[in-house]
């Protein structure tokens, strides 16, 4: 991998680490629902931008309904669910779950997809979840049903980015494929026509008591603007220099960086359980991520 590429994905681990901080801020203020509806559509609105900015031609080649689906999917529900987890659960919490996603990658595609299933990949998997039970028990939150619920959404949602990356290559690679950069907007727009009726809902029926002061909504340009437009740009140029295995190992770096923003600008505790559980979640990403064994004398696709 070249220095630049290193740099896109450290760079790419230290914003999307930020997501969980701005989520952290905003949630408890304007509600999960309203924190989720603007972060897709603040998105949406700067992919406009900047693929106006750089010219991309707008050609879905007929795969339009087919990516907003896919948004829903990817984005939508996902973001629903973390600004749920934002209500009870840390910054650095929420980050480390995310990194069980490729976990839930092996799982949903071992299932669902045929894929092949290996003794490294089952022992990541349960190491994983481990890892996970460790930072639930023994962290410095209270164990208690807010905590369950708030893991439990942390974990559907790193389900439906299984599940979706696995559609994506089977609906959009067809046909010559899709532009990355269309698939993004494509994904925002639909994320965010999902959300709208929720969010028009919970407004009438609930409004917050408070739309927050010029913090809550820097955090939301940040989160929209920064961690999910600008984050796609990076995350698809790294698709196309290193590949998707290379790039999913982005998620491990994430931690780190939620832990530590949230305890620098929200000053939440540290404790060991995010050394014991970060370890444990580090050796079953590697198990799930390392290259499988060729035997000699078997070629293998490239």
């Known amino acids: ?30 509600g999960t629902v309203p924190t989720a509806f603007f972060r897709v559509s603040i998105a949406a609105a700067g992919l406009v931008v900047i693929l106006g900015l750089i010219r991309v031609r707008w050609d879905f080649k007929g795969k339009l309904k087919t990516v907003m689906l896919l948004g829903v999917l990817n984005s939508g529900l996902p973001a629903t669910l973390y600004s749920v987890a934002a209500l009870v659960l840390p910054a650095g919490y929420s980050a480390i779950f995310n990194a069980t996603t490729p976990l839930m990658g092996v799982l949903i595609g071992g299932l669902f997809f045929s894929e092949r299933l290996t003794a490294a990949k089952l022992s990541g998997v349960f190491l994983g979840l481990l890892g996970v039970g460790v930072l639930t028990r023994a962290g410095p939150v209270a164990f208690d049903m807010q905590l369950l619920m708030g893991a439990l959404a942390c974990l559907l949602a790193t389900t439906c980015y299984g599940f979706s990356g696995f559609l994506a290559r089977r609906w959009l690679d067809q046909a010559g494929g899709l532009d990355s950069r269309l698939s993004a907007l494509g994904s925002m727009l639909g994320a965010t026509l999902f959300i709208l009726p929720l969010f028009g809902y919970s407004v009438l029926s609930q409004p917050p008591a408070s739309w927050g002061g010029w913090k809550v909504w820097l955090s939301l340009l940040g989160l929209g603007l920064v961690c999910t437009a600008f984050a796609y740009i990076i995350y698809f140029r790294l698709l196309s220099s290193i590949g998707p295995v290379k790039s999913s190992t982005v998620t491990f770096m994430i931690p780190p960086f ?41 070629v293998t696709d490239r």
């Not at 000053?267 to 580090?282: F, K, Q, T």
Request: charged fraction near 10%; aromatic fraction near 10%; glycine fraction near 8%.
């Open 258 to 298: 939620g832990v530590l923003w949230g305890a620098m600008f929200l000053d939440e505790p540290l404790s060991m359980a995010h050394i014991y559980g970060g370890v444990l979640i580090a050796v079953a990403l590697w198990l799930v991520l390392k290259p499988a064994a060729v035997k000699p004398g078997l």
């Open 1 to 30: 991998m070249n220095p630049v590429d290193i740099v896109r994905m450290l760079s790419l681990a230290a914003i999307w680490g930020a997501s969980f901080l701005f989520m952290r801020i905003i949630a408890p203020v304007i």
